[in-house]
């Protein structure tokens, strides 16, 4: 088993572990008992890790009280599911010492990572990742909520998790177009954190895609790493943090106009092309450069293109209300060299004009 601790400074109570393993849900049971015995437990899940099975592994013979949200998926992650695992919660009498096991993708991770935050004021949350862009992302650094009629995520707060556990067993039934859209997160984390992850992503490619369970392992040991370093100097994302926004204020524009058809990590795969695109404008990057990392996107079977139907003009207005945007206009992420941010003044997101981005949707 791997592990790797996040201190988070700024809130030194929050410091958790992140485990990981493959095949470990199954015995994770009396872990959680002899760190969190004390605390009642309430398990948030979905339909899909009911039916592959992974809910009773967690548990075994166990009876713990569970909501099981339902559909799984985006459309659930409203208020009103909040509300009802909140009432869920309190049918059963729970109070403050309960402790809720958050297991699923990011979806689950944020209903119930946003339920902990403000259930009677706050609860702690263990949050069991089981899908690839969960594992490699959102199930570390704390930010949790859900989404309006309007807008993602705009009821939402920062409530860092007791614990992670990762077991990359639960990859190996993933759908396979999940499991392959998650995977742009981990390149996100090498080109802008690590040079010789990249190295390792590139050359391992196969092995990651036949979900052999030792390189999902190390993958996701480096994503946890990764993220859990800038986390730690940046917990409520003044700076450092916006890096692990690279690729993803086009990306997130890309995903809301395509009415959410393509996957997050799908979407970011474009926006990642087009930042590369932006480097090579700004004189930060050779087109070598961005061509190792099509090559690793197009490997993945993601798009690197824009879809057709996608207008620039469309896209230009949501990245104006990009919830980033000073001004009606965000500053973006760049790297000035795989594993390296480029930086302005202190800053890790950086002007890039209007002009120049219309120009690269053109491109794109
Ligand atoms: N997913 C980016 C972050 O957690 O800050």
Known sequence: M???????????????QIR?????????WPEIESSFGKLNKFIVTDE???????????????NIPTYVIKPAGETSKHINTVISIIEAMEKVKLGRDTLI??????????IAGF?????????????????????????VGGKTGVDSSISKNAFGAFWHPAAVYIDVATLVTLDERQFRAGLVESVKHAIIADARYFDFLETNLDSILQRKTDVLETIAYKNCRIKGEVVEVDPLEKNQRRMLNYGHTIGHAVEAASGFELLHGEAVAIGIIAAGMIEIEMGLSQPQRLERIRRILEKLEVPVKLPGNLAENQLIEIIKHDKKAVDKWPRFVL?????????????????????????????L
């Open 115 to 139: 339920a902990a935050a403000i259930f009677k004021r706050g609860v702690p949350v263990i949050q069991i990742p089981t899908t690839t862009v969960s594992q490699a992302d959102s199930a």
């Open 101 to 110: 096991l958050a297991l699923g993708g990011g979806t689950v991770g944020d």
């Open 48 to 62: 899909n890790l009911v039916s592959a099975g992974h809910l009773e592994k967690l548990t075994g013979q166990r």
């Open 2 to 16: 791997l592990e790797h601790e996040v201190k988070i400074p700024a809130m030194p109570e929050t410091g958790y």
């Open 20 to 28: 990981i393993g493959a095949d470990i849900l199954g015995s994770l």
């Open 335 to 363: 790297v000035s060299d795989i594993g390296r941010v480029y930086s302005q003044n202190g800053q890790f997101a950086v002007e890039v004009s209007r002009e120049l981005v219309e120009k690269i949707l053109k491109q």
